[in-house]
């Protein structure tokens, strides 16, 4: 897959770096290196695109993330097998994806930060910030057209595809006091675990493992997207803006009920639900994310941290049949940090 290789003059400069911080930290050390040849190979597609276009990419892609999707791929390849160039080539492909979601969540956000540095609509505006989305998106599904494997490219291109469904559903049902938290898994459920499901589905695939074992890796990708959805949707009402170096708030401004407010809503008394709607309508987020802290039990907020990471344990229970290497315990370990990450976020 001669196209991944490509080099060429980066007319933005941008140091790579593939190195996933906090509790992840000591789980991706396995696959450092395979890691490290991402994070080069994502810089690199800038030189793909046109000249005048390669710097808006080359920004794009350059700011440090935790790279989970690409981490996932490389843990459920060495778990089946052994690492090759095709994980790695999936790698790429997940996050280039991710990273066009991104893009255009900031747009429908009005975000101003991600990642430390200000957002690309920010930057240079929406118009052409929906354009560098859909050049990443489109360059991302014609990388995937080089495996020799159709199946792989059908795959990814499906995954795209439920990630757009689960956004558009979710701006659809904005400010929608309906909504359950049945829909709003089963928002979270496309628009996150479908990527991570066909990371972890495809890489063992590429591994030519037996059937169920790559429907065993595809369940437990996909329960680990859906649970840290359900992270980033509480570190949106609970996380600090300096430690994320994102901006933060933006589900509640933009009217997007995530799983603290509708189990907070489910139990409220009228006047509560009143109030609620108060807050967000009037973008009053540390006040309302104050009444998710509190209230019945432990708070709408710890329910639903405790929601994920009951979401986290079944996901490993998944992986009890697999044999073990060292990188079906990193898998395993994976969850135990996102857990930690969950944890963090209690109060």
Known sequence: MEAFARSGVIRAHVTPTALPFGPLARVAQLVQPHLQEVETRIIQQAAAFDPDIEGYVTYAVGGRGKRLRPLLALLAGGATGEINSGHVDLAVIVELIHIATLVHDDIMDEAERRRAQPTVNARWGNSLSVLLGDCLFAHALNLSTNFD?????????????????????????????????????????????????????????????????????????????????????CLDLAGSERATGKTLGTDLRKGKFTLPVLIFLRSASDFERERCCRLVLEER?????????????????????????????????????????????????????????????RV
């Open 149 to 233: 494997n159709a199946d792989i490219s059908r795959a990814i291109a499906r995954a795209a595809r439920e990630i757009c469904s689960g956004e558009m559903i979710q701006t659809q049902r904005r400010f929608d006091l309906q909504l359950q938290v049945e829909d709003y898994l089963r928002i979270v459920e496309k628009k996150t675990g479908s990527l991570f499901a066909a990371a972890a589905e495809l890489a063992a695939l590429i591994s030519e493992a037996d059937s169920n074992v790559i429907e065993t890796f595809k369940n437990f990708g996909f329960q680990i997207g859906t649970a840290y959805q359900i992270y980033d949707d």
């Open 285 to 345: 987020i540390e006040e309302m994310t104050e009444l998710l802290r509190i209230g019945a039990t432990n708070g709408a907020l710890n329910e639903s941290i405790a929601a994920g990471s009951d979401l986290i344990r079944e996901a490993q229970t998944v992986l009890d049949g697999i044999a073990a290497n060292p990188y079906a315990d990193a898998l395993f370990a994976l969850g135990d940090a996102l857990r930690d990450m969950f944890d963090q976020l």
